[in-house]
């Protein structure tokens, strides 16, 4: 499976941006792709993720603000960043993983991420 992100940018605090993840290769279902973010210095973070069930999940910090979403293929994962703060300031990384049930199985893959500068 390969991940290709899209979508980052220099922003001013408060500004939005939509960022992109197109899936290819071997995608199975049921599986969840979704967001993390890793800012300088610090170790990666969970962001948004979204089950090919339509249920998502968010961290804290971005609720109200940040938006996921998947195309019909399930092939392409959206997030849309609202009212951002200089604390979002990181590089985005997607996700995909196949399911089996509820549990995670099989390998992860990642993209290459995008970054994601807000200014204050």
């Known amino acids: 499976v390969q991940l290709v992100e899209s979508g980052g940018g220099l922003v001013q605090a408060g500004g939005s941006l939509r960022l992109a993840c197109t899936a290819s290769?071997?995608?199975?279902?049921?599986?969840?792709m979704g967001w993390y973010r890793q800012a300088p210095e610090k170790q990666r973070e969970f962001v948004a993720i979204?089950?090919?069930?339509?249920?998502?999940q968010y961290r804290d910090a971005v609720l109200g603000r940040f938006d996921i979403s998947r195309d019909n293929a399930k092939t392409t994962a959206y997030l849309q960043m609202n009212s951002l703060k200089p604390e979002d300031t990181a590089v985005y990384y997607c996700?995909?993983?196949?399911?089996?049930?509820?549990?995670?199985?099989?390998?992860?893959?990642w993209g290459k991420g995008t970054l994601v500068t807000v200014s204050s």
């Open positions: 996700k995909y993983r196949r399911r089996f049930g509820s549990v995670e199985v099989g390998d992860t893959y």
């Open positions: 290769g071997r995608i199975e279902n049921p599986n969840v």
């Open positions: 979204m089950f090919t069930d339509g249920t998502t």
